[in-house]
């Protein structure tokens, strides 16, 4: 069940890293001043919870390790933007910032949740 949010985690990754341009082009405007080095180590960390996401399909003995450890970043950057909300930091649009970066991890979180209670 992971496995779609791995791949598009491994892909918003994959895109920060190698067009870092392209993606402040279409959203970073929004947090301030391009940072290539910011944006790649932003790259990295997306790229790195995709994995383990993906991982988590296929290595069913290790999948609620795998689960939590790939969503660990996300929702600690999740929190992170709402705090950003709170603060009323900067140009953030809060249907945009709940739909890209703070609903997901939190949705995915509760399904492993669940499913770990469940032990499926």
């Given at each position: ?5 791995g791949?598009l985690?491994t892909l918003t990754?994959?895109?920060?890293f190698f067009?870092s341009h392209?993606?402040y ?9 391009f940072s290539?080095h ?5 790259g990295?960390a997306?790229?790195?919870s995709?994995i383990?996401?993906g991982?988590s399909?296929f290595i ?10 790939g969503?660990?970043?996300l929702?600690l950057?999740?929190l992170f933007h ?11 649009s809060?249907?945009?910032e709940?739909?890209l970066n ?11 949740w669940k499913?770990?209670?469940d032990g499926?």
């Open positions: 069940m992971m496995l779609l949010p791949i985690y990754g994959l895109i920060l067009e392209t993606f082009e279409t959203l970073g405007y929004i947090y301030g001043p290539e910011f944006i790649k180590d932003g990295l997306f790229l790195s995709g383990l996401l991982l399909h069913k003995r290790a999948r609620h390790s795998l689960q939590w450890a969503l660990l970043f929702n950057h999740a709402i705090w950003i909300l709170l603060r009323h930091h900067g140009n953030h809060i249907p945009l709940l739909v703070i609903l997901p991890p939190f949705v995915l979180s509760l399904f492993v499913n770990n209670k499926k």
